[in-house]
């Protein structure tokens, strides 16, 4: 009797245990398709691509645990992801001039003196930039067509190169835009984040920002990106660490530096606080023109869409025109992030439930009901104010 007893506990306990395990299958699952999305979105190929082929793995194996109709839908959702996982690895192969990803390190030589230092190569194109025809338009002329147009820049004595000031509320796509000018002009992309350069950099700022600035010189073309610019260059000189106050006349120096080359280097600033920017950083020769990035307007907010859901089973009652125009005073990024937790609900009915349907206008509004615009009306005016009063 006793003994049947304690067999009937394991037996329990072994259900619990396969409950647990599936549970966490599938929420891994989950978890690793919406890195992919977000990868996917921000133009990171080659790691959406990685996070599909985990996210079939655990799909896979939470198929072996289930029976029935759900079992095959299960390995139905993985052989979807396995085969997006794929296409997205023809992508990242096709020849030269179709889009390619090709982030990670640079050629041995260059990588292992500076492992810290890391260039992307972006597959992000102006395509996959919604919106923001002006900052296009602007960042074209001035870092794009001297590039591909040299014979006519000489001809009309257009400087190639120099740099541009990205500025405006979060998530409206200042480093996508920044990433796809790299991605436009086929260069290596390199990051510089003003907070990283004290917890990273520590003890060897000076060299590294030379470093740095050396390895962009010696691509025959490279975009560097400074994000949070209005730390490094503040007209708050006094808030600067030494170190930071030590780095300035150096950064200062080094954009200078820029045009003695021809211009083969871009550089791009980014920062949500412009008020907070030293003047002197528009001196030309530095960042010579400052481009606001606003929030999507309502053509912007569908390309968005677009961009997003493409692909995605879309029930009838989906009308982008009108969930665009719903989504007003909502940035980029919260339109990825909305529809990702969207389509995630049907989803997650498909793998728990086995339930078959498309994602529905209430899958949006339920999102939109939890998640609220991450800049607020005030904000917005803040930075009309400042773009105005300029
Ligand atoms: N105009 C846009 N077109 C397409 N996607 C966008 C756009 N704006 C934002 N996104 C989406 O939002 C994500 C985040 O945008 P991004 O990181 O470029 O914002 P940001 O302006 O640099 O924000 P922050 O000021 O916080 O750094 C992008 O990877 C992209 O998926
Ligand atoms: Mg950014």
Not at 2 to 16: E, I, L, P, S, Y
Not at 165 to 180: D, E, F, N, S, V
Request: proline content about 5%; some cysteine; overall charge neutral.
């Amino acid at each position: 009797m006793a003994r049947k007893g304690t067999d009937d506990t394991n037996v329990h306990t072994m259900d619990n245990l396969g409950l647990v395990k599936l549970e966490f299958l599938l929420k891994q699952a989950i978890r690793q398709m919406e890195q992919g999305r977000i990868a996917q979105a921000a133009g990171r190929i080659d790691a959406a691509r990685q996070h599909y082929l985990q996210a079939a793995e655990y799909l896979f194996k939470a198929a072996d645990r289930s029976q029935g109709p759900i079992r095959e839908k299960r390995i139905e959702l993985a052989q979807g992801l396995l085969e997006q996982a794929e296409e997205l690895e023809r992508r990242a192969a096709a020849p030269a001039g179709e889009r390619r990803d090709r982030s990670g390190p640079l050629p041995a030589g260059q990588a292992e003196e500076t492992s810290w230092l890391v260039a992307e190569r972006p597959a992000v194109r102006f395509d996959d930039v919604a919106g923001l025809e002006a900052v296009k338009e602007q960042v074209m002329l001035k870092l794009i067509y001297p590039f591909v147009y040299p014979d006519q820049a000489e001809r009309f004595g257009i400087r190639r190169g120099g740099g541009i000031l990205l500025y405006g509320p979060p998530g409206t796509g200042k480093t996508l835009i920044a990433r796809a000018v790299a991605g436009e002009v086929d260069a290596p992309f390199y990051t510089v984040k003003p907070s990283e350069i004290m917890s990273k950099w520590v003890g060897e700022a000076e060299q590294n920002v030379q470093r740095l600035f050396a390895a962009a010189r010696s691509a025959p073309r490279a975009v560097i990106f400074i994000d949070e610019v209005e730390s490094l260059l503040t007209r708050r000189r006094s808030t600067l660490s030494t170190v930071m106050k030590r780095l300035v006349p150096q950064f200062l120096a080094e954009l200078e530096g820029f045009e003695e080359k021809e211009g083969a280097l871009l550089f791009v600033g980014a920062t949500n606080e412009p008020w907070d920017l030293d003047p002197a950083v528009l001196r030309p020769g530095r960042f010579d023109e400052k481009v606001y990035v606003p929030l999507p307007d309502q053509a912007a907010r569908r390309r968005i869409l677009e961009l997003n859901l493409r692909g995605r089973p879309l029930a009838a009652d989906v009308d982008l025109d009108r969930l665009a125009e719903s989504l007003a005073g909502y940035s980029g990024a919260d339109i990825v992030n909305i529809c990702g937790k969207a389509c995630a609900i049907p989803f997650v009915e498909a793998v728990k439930q086995g339930v078959d349907r498309d994602v529905m206008v209430a899958d949006f509004a339920q999102v939109m009901a939890a998640v609220k615009p991450s800049v607020d009306e005030k904000e917005v005016r803040k930075y009309e104010k400042f773009r105005f009063g300029e």
